[in-house]
């Protein structure tokens, strides 16, 4: 079930934020819970007992990390974390690496002549990613002394389960949840914020994302020998606008699902492609993956306090666990391992800056950034390396002969689309997030709502209905 189907949209949000409303407050958590759960089921099916095995150890551990705290034991609290991640990442690393593995073992014995293991392939379940590391985060907030463990075992489900951000973030860690499970004010207010922000997301995604996705899956779905350097820039851009607004669309839909029950879930992105460097993109790209490794990984290994070549290692291995985080394929490993290398070159040359007052030419830095990024996306977006090496040659072997056999298949709204997608990344965050439509009071917001509401709501509901969406990227991670 995504949050752009009819079944989430008329049939599962309504009824569950009317039951919400009507029940007592003891028993809205209970509520809540079952409610991310059905939601789960209905996507994942079977796998929804990785999610209840993740819930049950990651509970248990956090009381037996407690206890180490409450007795002074370290072997207690090293005990319960240790446990923790390898329960995590024993699930994470079996259900979305070992396909992985084993084809890379099979075609490194193949160069010895070794004989092929044969393996049965293993279906990804959805979110894997997301909750395994929210539970994870429980557990180590505990032993820090962040977070006090959660007595109630449906409070604590419902943290690792809450269905608006399950599937694909915001990774929420529970030092900036705990309190707000236990006890939460809902308002009016709050709801139809929620409401507003809820709508923009949808509208990002199926709107604008969509869009500029079927130019960018056409021009990827060319034989290459037929696609135009003209094509092969405007497929990639293409595929810059299409991952942010497909991303950030579905983040403002969670954080508005999230606010319509009384939850204040954090900001995911902020204007990532202003940024001036591509460790301020770092900063506004996915906030909440990079805060999870920088508090969890980064910082405990030094960070940036330790020597030169320890800070080089640190940020190295790090972009590499991020890129592997997102996908078992090497171009997920190569896309990670780029993005170290740049944030190396920049900590050592100085660029590591978010001020854009110290920079001479904050124009130029931006342009150039969103170069960067965009040729790191050209190996995200790409099925293999190979594929990549292709386009990046497409990219570059400037033979200017129009847009060859695109043309044809770019739709000219599709375009029309793409255009208003770039020329919405100039604007201010309040407005790309949707934060300025959803809580200002001046008339401009006003009416900004009202259009909202009345026009792009109902196009957008007409293109889910008509099946003209596509699955959220974020989903395959």
Not at 272 to 280: F, K, M, R, W
Request: charged share 15%.
């Amino acid at each position: 079930m995504v949050f752009s189907s009819i079944t989430f949209l008329f049939f599962f949000l309504p009824t569950v934020v009317v039951l919400y409303y009507v029940t007592p407050r003891p028993l809205k958590n209970s509520l809540l819970l079952l409610a991310s759960l059905l939601f789960y089921v209905w996507g994942a099916g079977v796998f929804t007992s990785l999610l209840l095995i993740a819930i049950i150890s990651n509970y248990g551990l956090g009381w037996l990390v407690h206890a180490g705290r409450e007795r002074h034991s370290v072997v207690l609290k090293h005990l319960g974390v240790c446990l923790s991640v390898l329960v995590s990442l024993g699930i994470l690393g079996y259900f979305k690496y070992a396909n992985f593995l084993i084809d890379a073992v099979n075609q490194f014995g193949g160069y010895f002549g070794t004989a092929e293991m044969v393996w049965s392939r293993i279906v990804l379940p959805i979110g894997i990613s997301f909750f395994t590391f929210q539970s994870m985060s429980y557990v180590i907030d505990v032993s820090r002394g962040t977070s006090k463990a959660m007595r109630n075992p449906i409070d604590f489900a419902l943290y690792v389960s809450f269905f608006p951000q399950l599937i694909a973030g915001p990774i929420v860690r529970f030092h900036e949840i705990d309190g707000q499970i236990i006890k939460r004010n809902e308002r009016w207010d709050d709801f139809c914020e929620g409401t507003i922000r809820f709508t923009w997301g949808l509208v990002k995604k199926v709107v604008i994302a969509d869009a500029a996705g079927a130019i960018a899956v056409r021009v990827l779905d060319m034989p290459f020998e037929d696609v135009t350097t003209e094509a092969a820039w405007i497929g990639l851009f293409a595929y810059t606008i299409q991952i942010y607004f497909d991303f950030s669309g579905y983040s403002d839909m969670a954080i508005g699902l999230g606010r319509m029950f009384g939850f204040k879930l954090p900001e995911n992105f902020r204007r990532p492609y202003a940024a001036i460097s591509c460790t301020d993109f770092w900063r506004r790209w996915h906030i909440t993956l990079s805060a999870w490794f920088r508090d969890y990984v980064y910082f405990p290994m030094g960070g940036s306090r330790a020597s030169r070549g320890r800070t080089i290692f640190n940020l190295l291995f790090l972009f590499l666990l991020v890129g592997i985080w997102h996908g078992a394929n090497w171009t997920f490993v190569v896309w990670g391992v780029y993005n170290g290398v740049i944030m190396v070159i920049e900590r050592i040359a100085g660029w590591a800056t978010d001020d854009p007052t110290s920079v001479r030419n904050p124009v130029l830095q931006r342009a150039v950034t969103f170069m960067l990024v965009m040729l790191g996306w050209t190996i995200f977006m790409c099925p293999s390396l190979d594929q990549a090496g292709e386009y990046y040659a497409r990219l570059f072997d400037f033979s200017f002969h129009g847009l060859g056999e695109l043309e044809p298949w770019i739709a000219p709204e599709n375009m029309v689309l793409l255009l208003i997608g770039g020329l919405t990344l100039f604007l201010p965050h309040d407005f790309q997030g949707g934060i300025w439509i959803a809580t200002s009071r001046s008339r401009g917001a006003m009416a900004a709502r009202l259009a909202l509401v009345t026009l792009a709501l109902p196009w957008s509901i007409l293109l889910a209905i008509s099946g003209t969406f596509s699955p959220f990227i974020y989903f395959q991670f």
